[in-house]
Nanobody, 118 residues
Framework: QVQLVESGGEYVQAGDSLRLSCVAS????????MAWFRQAPGKTRDFVAY????????SYADSVKGRFTISRDNAKNTVYLQMNSLKPEDTAVYYC???????????WGQGTQVTVSS
């Protein structure tokens, strides 16, 4: 079973950039596809970005395309979310998600708060 720990969330101004990190432990990181989700107060947890286990395939929610970039470093057991041109509507708790290849095993981190002020 993999454990996920997110970090990097902060209070920032609109237009700023942030990089979130998610470190995995307890499993073979390169056997997991990784994703970021986010949940704003009173709303559902929504998909943000996905990266496959090799790192050569990514996908994004329409709301973040062109502004956010997901990447991974399998040597460091870490997935990143680079967030540029942040908007107040990006304010949410951001969660790291891992799905083990060829299984339905899915894991979540505890989340990191991102607040974007206008």
């Amino acid at each position: 079973q993999v454990q996920l720990v997110e970090s990097g969330g902060e209070y920032v101004q609109a237009g700023d950039s942030l990089r979130l990190s998610c470190v995995a432990s307890g499993g073979l990181f390169m056997t997991y596809a990784m994703a970021w989700f986010r949940q704003a107060p009173g709303k559902t947890r929504d998909f943000v970005a996905y990266i496959n286990w090799t790192g050569d395939k990514t996908s994004y929610a329409d709301s973040v395309k062109g502004r956010f970039t997901i990447s991974r470093d399998n040597a460091k057991n870490t997935v990143y979310l680079q967030m540029n041109s942040l908007k107040p509507e990006d304010t949410a708790v951001y969660y790291c998600n891992a799905v083990q290849i060829a299984t339905t095993n899915q894991y979540w981190g505890q989340g990191t708060q991102v607040t974007v002020s206008s």
